[in-house]
């Protein structure tokens, strides 16, 4: 496919993926009386799609391209079918998601970024795009040399770009899933209330369920902690702080005593 081609591909799997998220919110709410935080997470997500498009627009693809013309990345150095490439790039890639979003509850330095997500006092689709920018940016050289030393192709990235952001719209989601189904569907993929869970004021269900698209490696890694649509879990940091507005919420990295209680000093270890 062409880099516009992908392209585009991305720009209407990242519509079908918020379209599913907040048809599901809608039709099945878990929380009939939450309003959300939608102008500020709205807010917040634009400015990052105008940051990054700035500091890095498609470079994900770029990086993939240029692995490919050098050889560099495992997938180079084997005989492996397109499809299940695809599959060992979006497993991959999402493992080092869960090592990030594992890292922002450890290293002092990170919460302060990683905490303006979890400020979100509610729980809703929006709050997926809730991220400060310092924290985006921080990311990307980690993610970039994800995608080199795999050797992914730019499909393959495009691929873990939709199904990421689907998975991560949905398990934000006010949504409240049949338990029956929400059970089988934990068995490997994150879901609305596992998810939840790790939205909680409350230690240590704060430091469980990493994981964005596949449940395995919170399973595997000793971090997974059982939850349901029956479970009523009150969202949003421990100490009650928030972030009432787009500026509060990009200056609340900024106020280190508020981030020394919120994390109770466990995040100063590192």
Known sequence: MSEAQLQIARLAGFVLAGGLALGAQRLRPHDGALRGSTRINVALWLLNALLLSAACGTCACAVARW????????????T?????????????????????????????????FHQVHHSDPNFTVSTGVRFHP??????????????????ASPGAVVLFEVVFTLANLFEHG???LPLGTERRLAALLVTPA???????????????????????????????????????IDTGLPNGDGAPSVAAALLLPLRARSQRSQRRGAADRW
Do not use: K
Not at 142 to 149: E, F, K
């Open 80 to 112: 492996t079918p397109a499809p299940v490439a695809a599959l060992l790039t979006v497993a991959v890639l999402d493992l080092v998601s869960y090592g990030w979003h594992r890292a922002n509850h450890r290293v002092a330095l990170l919460w302060r």
């Open 174 to 176: 006010n949504i409240d």
């Open 134 to 151: 310092g924290e985006l940016l921080l990311s990307l050289p980690l993610r970039l040399s994800a995608v080199a030393l795999l050797g």
């Open 194 to 232: 596992l998810h939840r869970r790790h939205h909680t004021r409350r230690y240590p269900e704060l430091d469980s369920n990493f994981g964005t698209i596949f449940t395995l490696w919170d399973r595997w890694l000793g971090t997974y902690g059982e939850s349901s649509s029956a479970a009523r």
């Open 67 to 78: 692995a490919a013309g050098r050889g560099v990345g495992l997938l180079h150095g084997m």
